[in-house]
């Protein structure tokens, strides 16, 4: 058998390395729901805030990511620019270190946009980061499954994101995220700027979220894993292989028990 993280990786191992679909299973990685899920006192929000210099009045829209073509920031940049034209009280967040970090930045200077798109470089502390922010963003161009994505379900945070394969496999648009096409910053500023509007929405969205946030543990994942290397180790050897292929792996595809 095969095991991919993400239903764009579990079609390339079908297609190109010619695996039957039978033996590929989707197995979902995880996040320590206990430091994501978990409530925050409004206090300690308000301190990540202010670490990130969020002022009152301001609607904060971060994204966590790699600054890497795949991610599609520079989409987000110019999102970002026709955002706060239009709501000047809005001030994006781009958390993490990339090798367009010098192109982001003079792309973001060149459309004017000041301290109100601001490069917060590595973070330590993800989930503290993101309990910061009003609104997350996932701008992809293409994806595996991203953990940040998975970070942000569980702290119930509402999403706006693109259509790229790997955010589709756990994301629902209208659910647990709005989704827009890639590549189209225009459609990504329309979506933002309609979450900022209504209150109603990211409240639903946010819901949606935690709730799906928690089929994503990591302790289910590594239970898994630990159920398969130990089929493995009693049937593989004894077996030839055959009888890890004739057993029942279905608890592979389970979400929130092992």
């Known amino acids: ?24 299973k989707v197995v979902y990685l995880g996040v320590p729901l206990e430091e994501f899920s978990r409530p925050r006192p409004a206090d300690e929000v308000r301190a990540a805030r202010h670490e990130l210099g969020i002022q009152d009045g301001e609607f904060a829209i971060g994204c966590v ?5 795949s991610k599609g920031n520079s989409y987000l940049v110019e999102a970002a620019a026709q955002v706060v034209r239009d709501r000047p009280h809005a001030r994006f967040f781009l958390v993490g270190e990339g090798p367009l970090q010098p192109e982001l930045e003079a792309q973001a200077a060149g459309l004017g946009l000041g301290d109100r798109f601001v490069f917060a470089g590595f973070q330590r502390d993800v989930a503290r980061t993101v309990s910061a922010f009003d609104l ?7 994806e595996g499954t991203p953990l940040t994505v998975f970070e942000t379900l569980a702290m119930g945070k509402p999403i706006v994101a693109t259509d790229a394969d790997g955010l589709l496999d756990v994301l629902v648009d209208r659910q647990t995220a709005l989704i827009v096409a890639k590549r189209d ?12 509007d209504r209150d ?15 089929e994503y543990d990591i302790a289910v994942f590594v239970r898994k894993m630990e159920r398969l290397y130990v089929l493995l180790h009693e049937t593989s050897r004894v077996t030839k292989r055959r009888g890890v292929l ?5 608890f592979l595809l389970a979400r929130t028990r092992a």
Request: aromatic share 6%.
């Open 65 to 69: 990511t790699r600054l890497h073509p």
């Open 200 to 214: 109603e929405v990211r409240h639903a969205l946010s819901e949606a979220a935690r709730a799906a946030g928690r």
């Open 185 to 196: 910053a225009s459609a990504l500023a329309g979506a933002l700027i309609f979450a900022m």
């Open 246 to 250: 004739a057993a029942d792996l279905s």
């Open 136 to 142: 997350s963003v996932f701008p992809s161009l293409w």
């Open 1 to 24: 058998i095969a095991l991919a993280v993400s239903q764009s990786t579990a079609d390339f191992v079908i297609h190109a390395r010619r695996i039957p679909a039978a033996r590929v």
